[in-house]
């Protein structure tokens, strides 16, 4: 397989289990979702194969003597020509599509947006569209039989995709006595206005009763005594406590994938189930068990942990380990300096001077990385370059810290990037507007894992079942990073299906659209093939097993069990992960390898978009995958056979399936009866693969066309001033016919003008928007039309802002005037009314009401609060706000005042500081001494992470046990000037916690007898920075450490209880005989202790009368 340059970026892979394969692993090498020394198992496997119950499907339901009786009114009231799949279990239609029938104003019809009281078509929304689609389906009631039905619109799967050319997908979920029936539905998809595919999934009549025999807390502890976890199995989070649902279910005789045999609308019984989720001390897998709400049984046991085998400028991978570090920057990361910032999708962020700093920390993901903490500061140009490095794992460029790895700069960068790409389809989309966090080189080979929340990648080494396979570090691995973000983006986009094999190929759909390349995780195992690959050291190429290959070699449910094919039949069926829970396709086989199918008709696909389209083709294929992704479950049914039986029938003529969804998705005129632009290359693409239905449609867009795009929108102007868009015409297929165009949508009181018009295609035209007559300010979407003999018409869009004058000033909010104890230890939340013609917020801090003294500013803040850091405690500060827009800065609002609280250990205003002991460890530290009451001592001064301003004590976390210790000079303590407060800087590199505890830690201790006796400070003594956790090993087994990473914080700690003595420290490193973050560890500096004398400081002498 010929594999394109790896210019894309690659994100988020695999479950490829090289170690651990679990839920939704990329290649089974070994079992996994758990730690392999400390696996928490059931006791056995718990799959109830009748919840599997899928559509029985008659494909030709329209011609059905038999059902006419159901059909003539539809087909009476609206005409057209449709094609009708029948559920015989249901006795519904599963699928109906066609002509279309006019719902919305859209180019497949007449409507006006008008008649719905709107001004253009835009600004239709979900809840419009649904209570249309709801009156529609009134209309049917001799087709879909919901008369009686509970239907609620399911808000988290219901969404628009498209653009430009939107698609609705609605669906309504069916409940019964207010309990969800879990994946039953009446859906209604609309595209171009038009209804084009409508009707039911497993929907049935619910007869059981909706009453459990046991409240949920009981019945979960007689199922956690069946499941038979390890006797000292112990809950760690219970994710979710208990929720009752209906399950569709197969009625009793009936075998999953075979043909239904019973009389129609007899198909579906139901289960009144609760679903726990949950998952256990020292095992990383999520667990997901159904309870039968009426026996108390255990009906089912799933594990949902996602397993895998597998400007700001930094230098990170392309698509592998293998390539060239390139250096590019890095968008959407992070920045401090002087407030928050973050950078743009061209990695540029405003720099105001002084400091910046970044630690990979941003917008949309954190990098946390088990070598130690990133951090690069510069405060010369502001530019944050992170490097680039040889090797692997933990090495570093020499700056930016010990988790400026290989693996953290390239996961940023790639992960982010995908983010960005997939908030275009799914702006909405809470999650991608969410942080997750990445955790990079993990200490352990071979894998990577999505776990519901988090996203894990793993260092390099051999694998832990076979020694003799050596792994890539996961995290330097784009298409790793692209898979695994790709399982999160299922989960999180409601369309993920109930087995496992669909969800493998969506891992590897979102990876190859990314990276460009079949060959899924290039150099997981360097110099070794994938099974029966042609040149892919990953671990799936999907192009081999392609429309390229010979026909025995195509990805196909015939072809699965061929030795010089996918070979799927090397792996028990159906399959079992552990032994112990289901990790299949829809044919029963193993799931990684079974998705081959999927994934391989999906790259097939592309290919034909590219060979058709050109290089728009991947855009084609974006705008395919994305909107259909929520719609779509499982890539493709069995519908007769059973499992694990070659010979079984399968299709994709399920509502659900990918083959059905993706045709309303690619539609662009609202009728699927004349076929969609690329019907006939996804027919062959699916075809060739064994997973499409019926037979080919035609290809409505195989002819010559032009295409319209906006370059340099959006924009705002100040009225008077014009607005000027840059309007491009593309030729498709040679198309040379004229272009007229027009606009509408602009402001009242403004004229639009083109020139030239008409336009060549293939050239470019300039829209003009006059703004003198404007009469208000706002935003405004411009719809572009372009028309020509022999094309059905195009259009883009534009937005314009214009402003008629600087904004009014804003009315601040919070911290109230006057407010008073605001504490000054976290930054202080500022906020204001919002100003609605304002682009941009102005913020000013300062320590007198007439603003001489500004002592923070946010020049450019599009948010309406903002949060200020570094205020001193015990001081009195104003602040105010004004608006910006493009006319300029508005007025200053009122301005606010408050007072912030008395910091922990700081002297009131009546009082005055007096250092007893300080030391920045900079100068002579022969005061101090260094021990070790086990193994090595290692604390010394250094030179690689201070915090001011060049030096500080680092005492480093070593593999082996040891207990280092460091005790500082004598310190005489007074009586009577209190508070007496101990404050220090640390930087923590220490292994990470993790469930069983903190394994290597630090701690404090203090002594009033010159050492010959030492106590821990605890509790309450910590002002600030409270201890991680307890220890689990080591030298401080029991006691309170601080572990993990983190850049330097202040730790305040009170002494007034030993007043009147002489102390020393001693700052204390526990380490257990495993891991450590070496060469980093606990650096300490900056040590101050401090008494607070009664009197303010004499302000004659303090201003230099006296010398």
């Not at 594999?3 to 839920?23: D, S, V």
């Not at 599509?97 to 006006?112: C, D, E, F, T, V």
């Not at 209190?978 to 701690?1003: H, I, K, V």
């Given at each position: 397989?010929?594999?394109?340059?790896r210019?894309?970026?690659?994100?988020?892979?695999?479950?490829?289990?090289?170690?651990?394969?679990?839920?939704?692993?990329?290649?089974?090498?070994?079992?996994?979702?758990?730690?392999?020394?400390?696996?928490?198992l059931?006791?056995r496997?718990?799959?109830?194969?009748s919840?599997?119950?899928?559509?029985?499907?008659?494909?030709?339901?329209?011609?059905?003597?038999?059902?006419q009786?159901?059909?003539?009114?539809f087909?009476q009231?609206?005409?057209?020509?449709?094609?009708?799949?029948?559920?015989?279990r249901?006795?519904?239609?599963?699928?109906?599509?066609g002509?279309?029938i006019?719902?919305?104003?859209?180019?497949?019809n007449?409507?006006?947006?008008?008649?719905f009281?709107?001004?253009?078509?835009?600004?239709?929304?979900?809840?419009?569209?649904?209570?249309?689609?709801?009156?529609?389906?009134?209309?049917?009631?001799?087709?879909?039989?919901?008369?009686?039905l509970?239907?609620?619109?399911?808000?988290?799967?219901?969404?628009q995709?498209?653009?430009?050319?939107?698609?609705?997908?609605?669906?309504?979920?069916?409940?019964?006595n207010?309990?969800?029936?879990?994946?039953?539905?009446?859906?209604?998809r609309?595209?171009?206005?038009n209804?084009?595919?409508?009707?039911?999934?497993?929907v049935?009549?619910?007869?059981?009763?909706?009453k459990?025999?046991?409240p949920?807390?009981?019945?979960?502890a007689?199922?956690w005594?069946?499941?038979?976890?390890?006797?000292d199995?112990?809950?760690?989070?219970?994710?979710?406590?208990?929720?009752?649902?209906?399950?569709?279910a197969?009625p009793?005789?009936?075998?999953?994938?075979?043909r239904?045999?019973?009389?129609?609308?007899?198909?579906?019984r139901?289960?009144?189930?609760w679903?726990y989720?949950?998952?256990?001390?020292?095992?990383?897998?999520?667990?997901?068990?159904?309870?039968d709400?009426?026996?108390?049984?255990?009906?089912?046991?799933r594990?949902?942990?996602?397993?895998?085998?597998?400007?700001?400028s930094g230098?990170?991978y392309?698509?592998?380990?293998?390539?060239?570090?390139?250096?590019?920057?890095?968008?959407?990361?992070?920045?401090t300096n002087?407030t928050?910032k973050?950078?743009?999708?061209?990695g540029?962020?405003d720099?105001?001077?002084?400091?910046?700093?970044?630690?990979?920390?941003?917008?949309?993901?954190?990098?946390?990385?088990?070598?130690?903490?990133?951090?690069l500061?510069?405060?010369?140009?502001g530019?944050?370059?992170?490097g680039?490095?040889g090797?692997?794992?933990?090495t570093?460029?020499?700056?930016?810290?010990?988790g400026n790895?290989?693996?953290?700069?390239?996961?940023?960068?790639?992960?982010?990037?995908?983010?960005?790409?997939?908030?275009t389809?799914?702006?909405s989309?809470?999650?991608?507007?969410?942080?997750?966090?990445?955790?990079?080189?993990?200490?352990?080979?071979?894998?990577?894992?999505?776990?519901?929340?988090?996203?894990?990648?793993y260092?390099?080494g051999?694998?832990?079942?076979?020694?003799?396979?050596?792994?890539?570090?996961?995290?330097?691995?784009?298409?790793?990073?692209?898979?695994?973000?790709?399982?999160?983006?299922?989960?999180?986009?409601?369309?993920?299906?109930?087995?496992n094999?669909?969800?493998?190929a969506?891992?590897?759909?979102?990876?190859?659209?990314?990276?460009?390349d079949s060959c899924?995780?290039q150099?997981f195992i360097?110099?070794?093939?994938?099974a029966?690959?042609?040149?892919?050291?990953g671990?799936r190429?999907?192009?081999d097993?392609?429309?390229s290959?010979?026909?025995?070699?195509?990805?196909?449910?015939?072809?699965?069990?061929?030795d010089?094919g996918i070979?799927?039949?090397?792996y028990?069926?159906?399959?079992?992960?552990?032994?112990i829970?289901?990790y299949?396709?829809?044919?029963?086989?193993?799931?990684?390898?079974?998705?081959?199918?999927?994934?391989?008709?999906?790259?097939?696909?592309?290919q034909?978009?590219i060979?058709?389209h050109?290089?728009?083709?991947w855009?084609k294929?974006?705008?395919?995958?994305?909107?259909?992704?929520?719609?779509?479950?499982?890539?493709?049914?069995?519908?007769?056979?059973?499992?694990?039986?070659?010979?079984?029938?399968?299709?994709g003529?399920?509502?659900?399936?990918?083959?059905?969804?993706?045709?309303?998705?690619?539609?662009?005129?609202?009728?699927?009866?004349?076929?969609?632009?690329?019907?006939?290359?996804i027919w062959?693409a699916?075809n060739?693969?064994?997973?499409?239905?019926?037979?080919?449609?035609?290809?409505s867009?195989?002819?010559?066309?032009f295409?319209?795009?906006?370059?340099?929108?959006?924009?705002?102007?100040?009225?008077?001033?014009?607005?000027?868009?840059?309007?491009?015409?593309?030729s498709?297929?040679?198309?040379?016919?004229?272009?007229?165009?027009?606009?509408?949508?602009?402001?009242?009181?403004?004229?639009?003008?083109?020139?030239?018009?008409?336009?060549?295609?293939?050239?470019?035209?300039?829209?003009s928007?006059?703004t003198?007559?404007?009469?208000?300010?706002?935003?405004?979407?411009?719809?572009?039309?372009?028309t020509?003999?022999?094309?059905p018409?195009?259009?883009a869009?534009?937005?314009?802002?214009?402003?008629?004058?600087?904004?009014?000033?804003?009315?601040?909010?919070?911290?109230?005037?006057?407010?008073?104890?605001?504490?000054?230890?976290?930054?202080?939340?500022?906020?204001?009314?919002?100003?609605?013609?304002?682009?941009a917020?102005?913020?000013?801090?300062?320590?007198?009401a007439?603003?001489?003294?500004?002592v923070?500013?946010?020049?450019?803040?599009?948010?309406?609060?903002?949060?200020?850091?570094?205020?001193?405690?015990?001081?009195t500060?104003?602040?105010r706000?004004r608006?910006?827009?493009?006319?300029g800065?508005?007025?200053?609002s009122?301005?606010?005042?408050?007072?912030t609280?008395?910091?922990?250990?700081?002297?009131?205003?009546n009082?005055?500081?007096?250092?007893?002991?300080?030391?920045?460890?900079e100068?002579?530290?022969s005061g101090?001494?260094?021990?070790?009451?086990?193994?090595?001592?290692?604390?010394?001064?250094?030179t690689?992470?201070?915090?001011?301003?060049t030096?500080?004590w680092?005492?480093?976390?070593?593999t082996t046990?040891s207990?280092?210790?460091?005790?500082?000079?004598?310190?005489?303590?007074?009586?009577?000037?209190?508070p007496?407060?101990?404050?220090?800087?640390?930087?923590?590199?220490?292994?990470p916690r993790?469930?069983?505890?903190?394994?290597?830690?630090?701690?404090?201790?203090?002594?009033?007898?010159?050492?010959?006796?030492?106590t821990?400070?605890t509790?309450a003594?910590?002002?600030?920075?409270?201890?991680?956790g307890?220890?689990?090993?080591g030298?401080a087994?029991?006691?309170?450490?601080?572990?993990?990473?983190?850049?330097?914080k202040?730790?305040v700690?009170?002494?007034?209880?030993?007043?009147?003595?002489?102390?020393?420290?001693?700052?204390?490193?526990?380490?257990?005989?495993?891991?450590?973050?070496?060469?980093?560890?606990?650096?300490?500096?900056?040590?101050?202790?401090?008494?607070?004398?009664?009197?303010p400081?004499?302000?004659?002498?303090?201003?230099?009368?006296q010398?």
């Amino acid at each position: 397989m010929l594999h394109p340059a790896r210019t894309a970026a690659l994100t988020g892979l695999l479950t490829l289990l090289l170690g651990l394969p679990t839920a939704q692993a990329i290649h089974p090498i070994a079992e996994g979702g758990h730690k392999a020394a400390t696996a928490r198992l059931p006791a056995r496997p718990f799959v109830d194969a009748s919840l599997q119950a899928q559509p029985a499907l008659s494909l030709d339901a329209q011609h059905d003597l038999m059902l006419q009786s159901r059909t003539a009114a539809f087909q009476q009231r609206y005409g057209g020509s449709w094609e009708i799949r029948w559920d015989d279990r249901s006795d519904r239609p599963n699928l109906v599509q066609g002509s279309g029938i006019a719902l919305i104003p859209g180019r497949g019809n007449a409507l006006k947006p008008q008649q719905f009281g709107l001004a253009a078509e835009s600004d239709m929304t979900l809840g419009l569209v649904a209570a249309k689609a709801r009156e529609f389906v009134a209309t049917v009631p001799d087709l879909l039989r919901t008369e009686g039905l509970e239907l609620q619109l399911d808000g988290e799967r219901s969404v628009q995709a498209g653009g430009d050319r939107p698609v609705w997908f609605l669906e309504f979920g069916q409940f019964h006595n207010g309990v969800r029936v879990d994946g039953a539905f009446v859906y209604v998809r609309v595209a171009q206005g038009n209804i084009v595919q409508f009707g039911a999934e497993r929907v049935a009549p619910v007869t059981v009763s909706t009453k459990p025999a046991l409240p949920r807390d009981k019945a979960f502890a007689l199922a956690w005594a069946e499941l038979g976890f390890p006797a000292d199995t112990r809950i760690h989070e219970m994710i979710e406590p208990g929720q009752l649902r209906l399950y569709p279910a197969l009625p009793a005789g009936d075998e999953v994938g075979e043909r239904f045999l019973g009389a129609r609308g007899t198909g579906y019984r139901h289960v009144l189930a609760w679903r726990y989720v949950f998952d256990v001390v020292d095992d990383d897998a999520t667990w997901e068990v159904l309870v039968d709400a009426q026996t108390n049984r255990v009906r089912e046991l799933r594990n949902l942990t996602v397993n895998v085998n597998a400007s700001v400028s930094g230098g990170i991978y392309p698509t592998t380990n293998s390539d060239t570090e390139v250096v590019v920057n890095l968008p959407f990361a992070a920045v401090t300096n002087g407030t928050a910032k973050v950078t743009d999708t061209l990695g540029i962020y405003d720099y105001s001077g002084g400091t910046a700093t970044v630690t990979l920390d941003g917008k949309y993901f954190r990098m946390s990385d088990n070598c130690g903490a990133a951090s690069l500061s510069n405060s010369t140009d502001g530019n944050l370059a992170l490097g680039t490095s040889g090797g692997t794992d933990c090495t570093t460029p020499g700056v930016g810290g010990a988790g400026n790895t290989h693996a953290s700069r390239s996961g940023f960068y790639h992960l982010t990037r995908i983010n960005e790409k997939a908030r275009t389809f799914f702006p909405s989309n809470t999650w991608l507007q969410g942080k997750v966090t990445a955790n990079m080189n993990v200490n352990n080979t071979c894998n990577a894992a999505w776990n519901g929340s988090t996203l894990n990648f793993y260092k390099s080494g051999p694998s832990a079942s076979n020694p003799a396979l050596v792994c890539s570090n996961t995290g330097e691995i784009a298409a790793v990073f692209l898979h695994e973000w790709g399982h999160g983006m299922d989960t999180n986009s409601g369309g993920s299906a109930s087995e496992n094999g669909s969800g493998e190929a969506v891992g590897d759909t979102f990876a190859f659209l990314e990276t460009r390349d079949s060959c899924i995780g290039q150099n997981f195992i360097p110099g070794t093939n994938c099974a029966n690959c042609d040149a892919c050291t990953g671990v799936r190429d999907v192009g081999d097993f392609g429309v390229s290959a010979p026909p025995a070699k195509i990805a196909t449910p015939a072809n699965l069990a061929n030795d010089a094919g996918i070979n799927c039949d090397r792996y028990t069926c159906p399959y079992l992960a552990n032994g112990i829970t289901p990790y299949q396709g829809p044919m029963g086989y193993e799931g990684h390898c079974e998705s081959y199918i999927a994934s391989g008709a999906n790259w097939d696909l592309t290919q034909a978009l590219i060979q058709r389209h050109g290089a728009s083709g991947w855009a084609k294929m974006d705008r395919i995958w994305y909107a259909s992704l929520t719609p779509s479950k499982s890539a493709y049914q069995v519908a007769s056979g059973g499992k694990c039986n070659v010979a079984a029938t399968v299709n994709g003529c399920a509502a659900t399936n990918w083959y059905t969804v993706f045709l309303p998705a690619d539609d662009d005129d609202g009728n699927l009866a004349n076929g969609t632009p690329n019907a006939c290359r996804i027919w062959d693409a699916f075809n060739a693969h064994g997973i499409a239905c019926g037979t080919r449609p035609v290809c409505s867009g195989d002819a010559p066309d032009f295409r319209l795009s906006v370059a340099n929108s959006p924009q705002a102007v100040c009225a008077p001033a014009p607005a000027t868009f840059n309007i491009t015409t593309v030729s498709d297929l040679g198309f040379v016919n004229p272009v007229t165009l027009s606009a509408t949508g602009n402001p009242a009181g403004t004229s639009v003008t083109f020139l030239p018009n008409p336009v060549v295609p293939g050239t470019s035209a300039t829209m003009s928007v006059s703004t003198a007559g404007a009469a208000a300010s706002g935003t405004s979407t411009l719809t572009i039309a372009g028309t020509a003999s022999g094309s059905p018409g195009h259009d883009a869009t534009a937005q314009l802002t214009i402003s008629v004058g600087a904004p009014a000033g804003p009315t601040l909010l919070a911290p109230a005037n006057g407010a008073t104890g605001v504490n000054s230890l976290n930054p202080v939340s500022l906020s204001w009314s919002p100003i609605s013609d304002s682009t941009a917020y102005t913020i000013e801090v300062a320590t007198d009401a007439g603003f001489a003294n500004i002592v923070a500013t946010q020049p450019s803040q599009s948010a309406t609060s903002w949060n200020v850091s570094g205020l001193q405690s015990l001081t009195t500060y104003y602040w105010r706000v004004r608006a910006n827009n493009i006319c300029g800065a508005g007025a200053n609002s009122a301005v606010f005042s408050f007072r912030t609280a008395q910091a922990p250990g700081a002297c009131d205003e009546n009082q005055t500081a007096n250092a007893l002991f300080t030391d920045n460890i900079e100068g002579d530290v022969s005061g101090w001494t260094a021990t070790a009451g086990t193994g090595s001592q290692t604390w010394a001064v250094s030179t690689a992470r201070p915090s001011s301003p060049t030096k500080a004590w680092l005492a480093t976390d070593v593999t082996t046990a040891s207990d280092q210790r460091l005790v500082s000079p004598a310190v005489t303590l007074p009586v009577g000037e209190s508070p007496l407060s101990l404050s220090f800087q640390s930087d923590l590199n220490l292994e990470p916690r993790t469930s069983g505890g903190c394994y290597d830690g630090g701690l404090l201790e203090i002594s009033s007898d010159n050492g010959s006796t030492w106590t821990q400070i605890t509790g309450a003594a910590l002002l600030t920075d409270p201890y991680t956790g307890a220890a689990n090993g080591g030298a401080a087994n029991g006691l309170q450490v601080w572990c993990g990473t983190r850049p330097y914080k202040s730790s305040v700690v009170d002494l007034n209880s030993y007043a009147g003595q002489t102390v020393r420290f001693r700052f204390r490193v526990s380490t257990d005989s495993s891991q450590g973050l070496t060469p980093h560890g606990w650096y300490v500096d900056d040590v101050k202790v401090q008494s607070c004398r009664s009197g303010p400081a004499d302000r004659i002498f303090a201003s230099g009368f006296q010398p």
